[in-house]
């Protein structure tokens, strides 16, 4: 399934440097990437190519981005690794086969729990990935030797639930777990390319 997000396609959009929150704009706009929705991460195991201009951060999320990636103690090119595969920055995303919905297609569950303003609200629903992702990595440190730097570990809660994780040990063995995990760790590594020489 591909969404469109139609509302940044005309913006100077910009790629996070990852030093501090210093950032360099893209030359060009927005280009569109079609992505799957994290309800069926399943649904290819190849890895996602993608070009600079359809991994960056629209202008309007940056600081967001930057502060939930401060919040929850992972790195930028991570949360917005995670917000390109979920909705490709598609603020009123709904999930086709659950209830999640927005940037980062939260379920309502989770919002009900650590939701911080709207849900459809792309700066709210960043600040609330942030305080959720921090909850992740809190829960996650010291149970099973998992450490709260072990990213892999929180993507893959992030996606699976934290229970998965805690049952398992590990990333779990299971479609959204490993799957997803590669997914945004493979967007993560480009986004950080891309700043690095954002031609």
């Given at each position: 399934m591909t969404m469109k997000n139609t509302k940044h396609m005309d913006l100077?959009?910009?790629?996070?440097?990852?030093?501090?929150?210093?950032?360099?704009?893209?030359a060009e706009p927005r280009e569109q990437a079609t992505f799957t929705p994290s309800a069926s991460p399943s649904a290819t195991t190849e890895s996602?190519?993608?070009?600079?201009?359809?991994?960056?951060?629209?202008?309007?999320?940056?600081?967001?981005?930057?502060?939930a990636a401060q919040k929850s103690g992972l790195e930028p090119s991570v949360i917005a690794a995670i917000i390109t595969v979920q909705s490709n920055w598609q603020e009123?995303?709904?999930?086709?086969?659950?209830?999640?919905?927005?940037?980062?297609?939260?379920?309502?569950?989770?919002?009900?729990?650590y939701g911080q303003g709207n849900i459809l609200n792309g700066h709210d629903h960043i600040r609330t990935l942030g305080v959720y992702l921090k909850h992740l990595a809190d829960t996650l440190e010291g149970r099973h030797g998992i450490g709260a730097d072990d990213t892999d570990l929180v993507i893959a809660a992030h996606i699976a639930g934290e229970t998965a994780v805690l049952n398992a040990g590990e990333v779990p063995a299971i479609p959204e777990g490993r799957t997803y995990v590669n997914k945004v760790k493979?967007?993560?590594?480009?986004?950080?390319?891309?700043?690095?020489?954002?031609?």
């Open positions: 100077s959009l910009s790629v996070l440097l990852f030093t501090g929150t210093l950032l360099t704009s893209c996602p190519v993608a070009t600079c201009d359809s991994l960056a951060v629209p202008n309007s999320f940056q600081d967001d981005v930057n502060n009123d995303a709904v999930a086709p086969v659950d209830d999640s919905r927005g940037i980062a297609l939260t379920s309502l569950e989770v919002w009900e729990e493979t967007y993560a590594q480009q986004i950080k390319s891309c700043a690095k020489d954002p031609s």
